[in-house]
């Protein structure tokens, strides 16, 4: 069965510093896709950034960047330059045909 | 163009009382998952539908769960004889297609609580 794994309950990051989220998923399909959600206090669900798996190329939005190494099975988010705004869960994601799945989140606290 | 709308916003239900949970998806969709996030915890999976259709209830519980997606209306998430255990933020989204790389849209969630 498909699973997504985030190992970071928390993380701190002093504002206008980089910080990488990590994010493992286990799967035998070939054709999935990767998202990073962002769940700010709202409870509100915001797409960060999206990856195709037939893309070797690392997905960019803005600040926030991708390392998707297919063999290993890893998908982290870097987040440059760091806002107070950035603060929120973050919720790692995978889909294939059937499913769409989400990590346990990492609580981000940018520090001023 | 309205995005996902779930109601009721809060739901209070006493032990044993059924719960509706109601998810309008985004026009033009017809695929709806719905999720159960406990505090502090990530969105668990309970089950995907497409229009009159289950796709797939893995993650729904046995007993007392049940959804359904009729071809008119909006989803419908049915908890029976709550149990203090249910209380939780249950999440609908949608999404145009069943495959690829459109991101799911979420509703603000309905969270419920069980006295």
């Known amino acids: 069965a498909q699973t997504v794994t985030q190992s970071q309950p928390e993380m701190s990051v002093q504002e206008a510093e980089t910080v990488t989220l990590s994010c493992t998923y286990d799967t035998s399909e070939s054709d999935y896709y990767l998202f990073w959600y962002k769940q700010p206090p709202s409870r509100q669900m915001i797409l960060v950034i999206r990856q195709e798996a037939y893309k070797q190329q690392n997905a960019t939005e803005n600040r926030f960047s991708v390392n998707f190494q297919k063999a290993a099975k890893s998908f982290s988010l870097k987040i440059s330059d760091s806002q107070l705004g950035d603060a929120a869960m973050y919720f790692c994601a995978y889909r294939d045909a059937i499913r769409y799945i989400f990590g346990t989140g990492t609580r981000l606290k940018v520090l001023a | 163009n309205a995005g996902v709308m779930q109601n009721p916003r809060h739901l209070v239900r006493r032990r044993g009382q059924e719960a509706r949970l109601r998810c309008s998806p985004m026009?033009?969709?017809?695929?709806v998952y719905w999720y159960r996030q406990l505090p502090e915890e990530g969105l668990k999976f309970m089950v995907y539908?497409?229009?009159?259709?289950?796709?797939?209830e893995s993650g729904m519980p046995k007993e007392r769960f049940s959804a359904e997606f009729p071809k008119e209306g909006p989803s419908i998430l049915r908890i029976q004889q709550v149990v203090r255990g249910d209380s939780a933020a249950y999440f609908c989204?949608?999404?145009?297609?069943?495959?690829?790389?459109?991101?799911?849209?979420f509703g603000n969630g309905t969270r419920l609580t069980v006295t």
């Open positions: 026009k033009g969709h017809s695929h």
């Open positions: 989204a949608s999404s145009p297609s069943g495959t690829g790389s459109s991101p799911l849209h």
């Open positions: 539908l497409q229009k009159e259709n289950i796709i797939d």
